[in-house]
């Protein structure tokens, strides 16, 4: 199973120092039956692109937690086993959880297909929506409005040979 694991870049420097993602547990975004109910498609790369996506979001919670991050969205994909990536049963009428699976341990660096990145032309959208999101969260349609356009921003795929560029 692809599963996404939102990040920021000091997270990426961790798991490229370590090797791995991690420790556990870890959420990350995939293909579940609720997202599949959620975006209404059958159709495979749909599918995934949604659940990248929901990892971006994840991600810009991350970086609105951590102000010392540097204001890129990170998301690394990486291929487990069906039965390591797990639903909890609980939350799946959360509208904020669909997609989401954890996966009890670390996983390794090596597993990962790709990482994706915001371009630097995306730093200030993102620096924004970062500021923005707790009054987003709070039903503020000028702050959703300053969120959603960080999500304007297709994030860029790099190799994972390309991660000590994406740090340097």
Do not use: C
Request: aromatic share 4%; proline share 6%.
């Amino acid at each position: 199973m692809r599963v996404y694991i939102p990040l920021t870049l000091p997270g990426l420097a961790q798991a490229h120092k370590t090797g791995e993602l991690g420790p556990g547990p870890l959420t990350a975004y995939a293909v579940t039956p609720a997202l599949r109910e959620w975006y209404v498609s059958d159709d495979i790369e749909e599918l995934e692109y949604a659940a990248l996506n929901r990892a971006a979001s994840a991600s810009l919670r991350l970086l609105a937690g951590d102000p010392e991050a540097p204001r890129r969205r990170i998301v690394v994909a990486v291929d487990v086993a069906d039965k390591d990536a797990t639903v909890d049963p609980d939350r799946g009428l959360d509208g904020g959880s669909i997609g989401e699976v954890r996966i009890a341990g670390a996983v390794p660096l090596a597993k990962a297909a790709a990482v994706h990145a915001d371009a630097d032309d995306a730093e200030a959208d993102v620096t924004a929506a970062a500021g923005a999101l707790g009054a987003a969260d709070q039903g503020d349609d000028d702050a959703q409005f300053v969120v959603d356009g960080a999500e304007d921003h297709e994030l860029l795929w790099f190799g994972v040979q390309e991660i000590p560029a994406l740090l340097g």
